[in-house]
Structures are given as C-alpha cells and as structure tokens.
C-alpha cells in the first residue's frame, strides 16, 4: 500500500512510519519540514511540503494526525486560532485535494480525542454518547471530525480516532510527569477523581492499522484501554512504578491561575470505553495501567 500521513513526524506518527515500513508499505509523509521527515521517520519516507508533489500517484490510505500539540501552553486567542488551523483549515486542505484527484484512496483515518466528549464527569462513555460538555477542546475536536468526515461524499471510507492519554517512552503527557515524580513532586491533580482514559502506544498503533484495513469499520472510535482509572489512581501507580512518593497534590486554584481556561484539560476527564472497537474485534495488548506503565517505564 501506499499511505500517506499528516502529523507523521509525531509521537504516533513516527511509531506508525516503523510499523509501516516493516510491514514493506510505502509512505508519504506531508510535513511543514519536509527535510527532517526521513530522520525522524525513516530513510525510505517521502516527506512533502506540498500535496501537489504527489501527482497522481496511486494512494491506497490517508492518516490525518496533524495538529499542534494542544496542552503545551495557555489558550490564548493566538494560540486557540493555532490549534484550530492545524486542524480543521489543514483537514478542509486535505478533503479538496483529495475532491480534485482522479484516483482517491479507500480510506481516511482522522485523528480526534476523546475531548471530544467534553467533562464527562462519572458518565460512561461510548461513541454512541453525545457531547456532555462545551469547551473549547469539545468544539475543536467536533469541528474537526465534521470536516473529515466531507470525505465520505467522494466515496472514501472515514474512521475517527478519538485518542486517550497515550503511555509512551518516546514523548507525551508521560514525559512531562517524569520529573515531578522522580523528584518526589508528583501526586493527584485537583481532587484526584476525574478519569483519565489511557493507552499504551503500542494498542494505539494496531488499533490504527486495524482500523486503516478493517472495511467494515467506519465512524469514530475511542482510542483507549478497556479500564479508565481516576487521576489518584495513575498517580499512585505511577509512582510506584518509578518507586517514588505521590502524595503532593497539584490544587485545582492553583492550575486554574496558572494555565487559565487550559486547566480543564487537567481537572476534567472522560469515562470513555472502546465499545466499537472491541466489537469490530480488536484486541488490545495492555488493558491493565500497572502492566503498561511497567513496559513503558523499562524504556524511559
């Protein structure tokens, strides 16, 4: 197959561009540094600044991840029209090139979140469940779904992947938490009760190559383990993984003062359980925290 990746040079990204090319597949990587994607991706990866370069070159798959990273700093006004751009205005690029090609591929899968949900406070969630909440993480994940799903108008197959916390060695939310608990500084957030649906990088990569060959699968699926646990719960696992304390509680006052209308992100959470993708037959490799914290951390 020839696939082509948007946010290729990601977290995920990169892991799917090795997946991939073990598995002798040819990729297409459309970056905003073209330059870097074989470093970071693979020497055999194409890296293209412009999705005109392709021509008409058969594409048998498109995986759209792009997006800049959402919790790395306050929301702004520039920092919301950032995030909003890299997402659906890139997206709203993709669907019309893909309207002008002659040939278009079977299959789009396009990243979400599981904010999508909003706060979904004790409700369990499915992605049969609406919207619980309005914030502007639920706005931008809507948006961005509605924009990929365009594509289905030309015929194209659309999956919706609406990721949890992903557990890796190689970067994400994980990495940020590693110094506070090494140095003995990490504990809940806030009360400690909202949910935190994770998974391990591992599951996130065959669940998106499942879902790229799977033709009976369409429409949004949550991307996380089958157990969802609260914060204080993967404080204390993790802890006990890295052999630290954790007990120093982050105060909500003080996550709001700092991170102003981003600290939701934090002091929120989503019940969310993989329903869809567990009957379309996936089968996840880490369903416990303390198992897949414990694979991951070998390797930090």
């Known amino acids: 197959m020839h ?28 970056s905003r540094r073209p330059e870097q994607v074989a470093r970071l991706c693979g020497a055999q990866v194409k890296g293209i600044a412009l999705l005109e370069e392709l021509g008409q070159e058969r594409i048998d798959a498109v995986v759209n991840l792009a997006g800049a990273p959402i919790a790395d700093r306050p929301w702004t006004r520039k920092r919301k029209a950032l995030l909003w751009s890299s997402r ?57 779904e509605e924009t990929a799903q365009r594509a289905q108008a030309l015929g194209i197959r659309v999956v919706l992947v609406r990721t949890g916390l992903v557990l890796a060695a190689e970067g994400g939310f994980l990495s940020r938490l590693l110094l506070p608990f090494k140095l003995a500084l990490g504990g809940p957030i806030g009360n400690g009760r909202q949910w935190m649906p994770w998974i391990h990088i591992k599951d996130q990569i065959a669940l998106i190559d499942f879902l790229v060959h799977e033709n009976a699968t369409s429409g949004p699926y949550n991307a996380c383990a089958p157990h969802p646990v609260r914060n204080a719960d993967f404080a204390r696992t993790l802890g006990s993984v890295l052999h630290r304390p954790a007990f120093m509680p982050m105060p909500a006052f003080v996550l709001r003062v ?43």
């Open 3 to 30: 696939i082509l990746l948007t946010g290729g040079t990601g977290l995920i990204g990169r892991q799917l561009c090795r997946h991939w090319l073990a598995q002798g597949h040819r990729l297409s990587v459309w």
């Open 258 to 300: 700092l991170l102003g209308e981003m600290s939701g992100l934090l002091l929120g959470g989503q019940r969310a359980m993989p329903a869809r993708l567990q009957a379309a037959g996936f089968t996840f490799q880490f369903t416990d925290l303390r198992a897949a914290l414990d694979d991951v951390a070998a390797r930090l």
């Open 88 to 144: 659906i205005t890139l997206t709203e690029t993709l669907v019309a090139w893909l309207e002008s090609r002659e040939q278009r591929p079977s299959v789009l899968v396009s990243g979400s979140a599981v904010g999508w949900y909003g706060d979904g406070g004790e409700r369990e969630l499915t992605e049969d469940s609406p919207p619980v909440s309005e914030d502007f993480a639920s706005h931008l994940c809507i948006a961005w």
